[in-house]
């Protein structure tokens, strides 16, 4: 039974195009077993028919505070009562402002006002209104409260502008939402290495081969590790523009060398190591102490083959669930399965960096999750947090249990 079941959760919906999405979300959280009762103010209702929630849901939808069902009740009280939870989504410069001030006009802002639940907010609105200085202040008072942002994404908005101020999608609400009710659990007592970016291999003082890696599919990785409760995660780390994520151990290496060793010093004490960093596969075969002169009309550099981490620790490995990644540009399930059995690991995440919003510098990735028997998991276009999210369950799911697991500390 999943961390959602029995639970109640109160959905505001607030005036604004994105209010369709939030159909989205109420769908998935019914589906995962909670019960959503929908709170829509009187703008929402511009945008979408209460009867599309109700549907959803399958509960009244509340609008006007003074539309009383059930007269053994006080609505807004009730409603505010029962909530494990409030969410507000999409939730405008308004509601937001309302909230802020503690005013309770309507049936949304009534029940905010009530409830002893904690309380979060999705912002969805035009890129100068997320920015205007009121807004940003009512979200800091918001925030010394207690309440909690998801953050709006950045991109196209609905007003023609490209910025910040887009919902989040229901996909990434919906894991938060499960993640606070016990997914944050499920690698509690797991220590988990994660290798992110791209290697750097000098040539000379000045210059140096690497690739596009942008680091950010590990660094998700590591942040969701996180928040699922692992109890210490490690981030080697080639140099990439990313900040540190909180509650990680980051280790800064440059070149595949750097990461081999930082890498099999630290096998013994992790149950979990995933190896998204993109190495290099060969480096120069001698560094130049001073910079390089041109002299000569054309340069030949050899270089030498890198030791392949990832098949060191398929070798070594003994009670480790590792993870691979497999970038590939053709053919990516055979090759991806190929990887998978030369490197011995438990699981291959198949990367396709020439399709459409995979690969390495976007925030989204489209992978195919493949184990000894074969595909797994096809994931669509996601954020490389969700895809993040799905294989660490999956790699949860599927590891030894922590009893069986002797010799690495918990
Ligand atoms: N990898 C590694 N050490 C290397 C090269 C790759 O640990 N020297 C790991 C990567 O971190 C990744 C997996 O191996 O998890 C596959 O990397 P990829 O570059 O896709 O494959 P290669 O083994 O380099 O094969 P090829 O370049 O022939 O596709």
Redesign the pocket.
């Known amino acids: 039974m999943g961390d959602l079941y029995g639970k109640t959760i109160v959905l505001g919906v607030c005036g604004g195009i994105a209010a369709y999405k939030a159909a989205a979300l109420t769908s998935k959280l019914t589906q995962a077993g909670a019960t959503v009762r929908v709170i829509m103010t009187k703008s929402a209702v511009q945008f979408v028919a209460p009867l599309t929630f109700q549907t959803l849901s399958r509960h009244h939808v509340f609008v006007d505070t003074f539309d009383e069902k059930d007269a053994s009740v006080v609505s807004h009280i009730n409603l505010a009562d029962s909530a494990d939870l409030v969410v507000i989504a999409p939730a405008t410069a308004n509601t937001i402002g309302k909230l802020a001030l503690g005013l309770g006009d309507d049936m949304l802002s009534t029940t905010l006002l009530a409830t002893m639940a904690p309380v979060w907010v999705a912002p969805a609105m035009n890129v100068h209104m997320y920015a205007n200085p009121a807004v940003q202040q009512n979200m800091q008072t918001l925030r010394s409260r207690g309440v909690r942002f998801i953050e709006p994404g950045e991109g196209q908005l609905a007003c023609g502008y490209v910025g910040k101020g887009r919902l989040a999608e229901p996909e990434e609400i919906f894991a938060t939402i499960e993640q606070y009710f016990g997914g944050g659990s499920r690698l509690k007592g797991r220590h988990v290495l994660v ?1 992110a970016g791209g290697t750097v291999e000098r040539i000379d003082p000045v210059r140096y081969i690497t690739n596009d890696s942008s680091g950010k599919m590990g660094y998700a990785i590591a942040e969701e590790a996180v928040r699922m409760g692992a109890t210490h995660v490690t981030l080697v780390t080639g140099p990439t523009a990313l900040s540190a994520p909180a509650g990680v151990e980051l280790i800064p290496v440059k070149s ?1 060398l750097d ?2 060793d930082a890498v099999l010093s630290r096998l013994a004490a992790n149950h979990l190591i995933i ?7 060969y480096r120069p075969a001698a560094v130049a102490e001073q910079k390089m002169k041109k002299k000569t009309e054309s340069l030949t550099l050899e270089l030498v083959k ?6 060191e ?1 398929g070798t070594l490995k003994t009670e480790q669930f590792v993870i ?5 540009t053709e053919r990516l399930d055979e ?1 991806a399965l190929d ?1 998978l059995k030369r ?1 011995n690991c438990d699981l ?1 995440v198949g990367n396709d960096v020439s399709q459409d919003g995979a690969g390495f510098s976007g925030d989204t990735n489209v992978v195919r999750i493949f184990d000894h028997n074969g595909l797994v998991e096809a994931l669509p276009i996601q954020s490389k947090h969700l895809v993040a999210r799905r294989l660490l369950e999956l790699a949860a799911e599927r590891m030894p249990r922590l009893a069986h697991t002797t010799g690495i500390p918990s």
């Open positions: 290798t595949a990461m081999r190896k998204a960093a993109a190495v290099a596969d890198n030791p392949d981490i990832l098949q620790i691979g990644f497999a970038a590939e090759h990887k490197k291959i």
